[in-house]
Nanobody, 126 residues
Framework: QVQLLESGGGLVQTGASLRLSCLVSGVPFNSVGLGWFRQAPGKDREFVSV????????WYHTSVKGRFTISRDNDKNTLYLQMNNLKPEDTALYYC???????????????????WGQGTQVTVSS
């Protein structure tokens, strides 16, 4: 049974940093694509960042490129999202995801996702 358990969200001010974690179980961690998506109130769930299996490749939405970094700790079966210089528009519920397919152009969507975590809330005040 695949389980994705996020943590690390919170309420921060503009310019602050947060690190999200996703503990993954039920799958061979190294060999699966994993990513982060987010959903703001009244908006569709959108792609934030993806790490291919073994971390060979990473992709980022243009709005977070240069501020967010995705990484994997294979010993801990944990996916991370380091978020720096947070902005109010980053406010959303952040979901960890196990991918079933890749979009090599980087235009990932919920259609590429097979499993979801329960989400962790990130709120950035101005």
């Amino acid at each position: 049974q695949v389980q994705l358990l996020e943590s690390g969200g919170g309420l921060v001010q503009t310019g602050a940093s947060l690190r999200l974690s996703c503990l993954v179980s039920g799958v061979p961690f190294n060999s699966v694509g994993l990513g982060w998506f987010r959903q703001a109130p009244g908006k569709d769930r959108e792609f934030v960042s993806v790490s291919s299996h073994y971390g060979y490749e990473t992709w980022y939405h243009t709005s977070v490129k240069g501020r967010f970094t995705i990484s994997r700790d294979n010993d801990k079966n944990t996916l991370y999202l380091q978020m720096n210089n947070l902005k109010p528009e980053d406010t959303a519920l952040y979901y960890c995801a196990k991918l079933s397919t890749y979009d090599l152009s980087g235009n990932f969507s919920t259609k590429n996702v097979r499993y979801w975590g329960q989400g962790t809330q990130v709120t950035v005040s101005s």
